[in-house]
């Protein structure tokens, strides 16, 4: 809604950021050698499941529909998805693995685990010490789990991965038992079971410490989900949120704010997506012959993006916004200057040109343009706002005076009182119009809202101060009367 401010939007965008996962994410870095050489990488993620770890989260009906129309892979995604966790999930399984105190969430593990037992007790029985045996057809996390099971049940087994999902489980006795927990050897350190467990967590941080610009497009929600699902649970302030992603992020570059702003200053159509965009910003008809303009090529391990478009997958999104965002930065820099913009500019000069988007984010359809990371986020400046006042119209809604205004124009509705509703619009002809078609409605009076006039409270203060005065002019007018005797 376009009454929505930063502070209602991140609400109601974090309590949907909450319910849902991330299937997928991409990643791309430019390194320039005469031209961009890119390296574009496509993660298919799902929640950690290790130990107590159980994450419930929700399917949209209509976005699995979306994504697979546009080929997404459903079985990478439940099947081979890296896992992830943020630090407060991860806290947990570090206390719960210093405390041994060790549960499988999965009903598919245990099944596995309890299988795996039984055939281990059945053999210990009559087996010698350092005798062996293998645990086969164990996937993923099983390999951990088993291990540890295994060796906190029995304290005279130990365990030990032999790679293509195989365990070797050892009988020993108490004494080589202990001798091998503090080996450095061991592959069921916590450590390594923490590091496990993160899976792409680890690469996250990695960027977080490599403190280079962030690029996306549209990349709130993004922003929101990375926060959720690597680092900490949101927090409920809107403003902590900003801290929290401008410490880990010093430079955000959206490439939605970059190109809005290149509509005002350049002959650029309005597309609407990120592969229009692109395809836009490569037309030979928006800067032609142009010798200077950024050369941008697919590393030869990447090439299957320069022969195929493959809209709305991670990389390949990532791949476009990059690419987007150095030929928006040249044609910025071109038109900065009167001068010939010399061959092969610096990203350095382009980061000058960009320097009034940076960690501007942008914000859709709102009381704000962008999310300013690391500032005061500035108002929008919205057309008037305008008052519906209703007579002879009774049990009139929200949605009701949404319809009767569609076929005319769009406007975002909110109640302001039982008889009079709020019209905000971001077009200035929408609301001359509406202003001179409802000069006449028999039920409708339409004007421009004052704050003085039509503000509830502004109202109820009117009123409790007008009353207030009637009863100080009384008690003025009986306490000043003459007394009479007799």
């Known amino acids: 809604s376009l009454f929505d401010s930063p502070v209602e939007r991140y609400l109601k965008a974090r309590q949907s950021v909450q319910r849902f996962t991330v299937s997928q994410l991409g990643k791309c870095y ?32 209509s976005s699995i529909q979306f994504l697979s129309h546009y080929g997404f892979d459903y079985n990478k995604f439940l099947k081979d998805g890296i896992p992830y966790m943020n630090e407060v999930q991860e806290e947990i399984l570090s206390q719960h693995l210093l405390a041994g105190s060790w549960k499988v969430s999965s009903a598919l593990d245990r099944d596995v685990l309890k299988k795996a037992i039984d055939e281990v007790t059945c053999w210990i029985a009559a087996a010698a010490e350092e005798e062996t045996m293998v645990l086969q057809d164990l996937s993923g996390y099983q390999m951990f789990e088993v291990q540890l099971v295994l060796r906190q049940a029995l304290q005279n087994v130990w365990t030990q991965p032999l790679g293509d999902k195989k365990v070797m489980v050892k009988k020993v006795s108490p004494q080589h038992r202990r001798f091998l927990e503090n080996s450095p050897y061991d592959y069921c350190q916590k450590q390594l079971i923490l590091l496990s467990a993160r899976g792409f967590t680890n690469l996250f941080q990695t960027l977080v410490k490599a403190k280079k610009p962030l690029v996306g497009h549209n990349m709130l929600m993004d922003l929101m989900h990375l926060h959720d699902k690597f680092y900490k649970p949101l927090p409920e302030s809107y403003e902590e949120f900003k801290r929290n992603i401008h410490n880990l992020f010093p430079v955000l570059i959206d490439t ?32 032609p012959k142009d010798p200077t303009c950024p050369v941008i090529a697919l590393a030869s391990d990447c090439s299957r993006y320069a022969e195929k478009k493959s809209p709305h997958e991670a990389g390949y999104d990532a791949f476009l916004c990059g690419s987007v965002l150095l030929k928006s930065a040249h044609l910025l820099l071109c038109r900065s200057t009167d001068d010939a913009v010399e061959a092969d500019p610096s990203f350095s000069q382009y980061l000058t040109v960009l320097a009034k988007y940076l960690n501007k984010v942008n914000f859709i359809r709102g009381g704000v343009s962008s999310i300013n990371f690391s500032g005061e986020d500035a108002p929008c400046q919205h057309p008037p706002l305008l008052v519906v006042h209703v007579r002879g119209w009774p049990g009139l809604n929200e949605r009701q005076i949404y319809q009767e205004f569609r076929a005319l124009c769009r406007f975002d509705v909110r109640r302001l009182s039982k008889n009079q509703f709020l019209l905000l619009s971001n077009k200035f002809k929408h609301v001359r119009r509406v202003l001179q078609d409802y000069k006449h ?36 007018v009986l306490g000043g009367a003459p007394c009479c005797s007799f």
Request: glycine letters at 2%; proline letters at 5%; aromatic letters at 16%.
């Open 30 to 61: 430019f390194s320039f050698h005469c031209r961009y050489v890119v390296h574009s990488y496509n993660f298919f993620l799902f929640p950690s499941t290790l130990g107590v770890t159980d994450v419930e989260f929700t399917l949209s009906a």
């Open 256 to 287: 939605k704010t970059v190109t809005k702003s290149i509509w005002k200053k350049c002959p650029f159509p309005r597309v609407s997506n990120l592969l229009e965009v692109y395809a836009v910003l490569c037309s030979s008809n928006l800067n």
């Open 441 to 476: 409605h028999p039920h409708l009076r339409v004007s421009i809202y004052r704050h003085w006039r039509h503000s509830p409270r502004v109202n109820c203060l009117l009123q409790v101060s007008g009353i207030v005065a009637l009863w100080s002019l009384v008690a003025f």
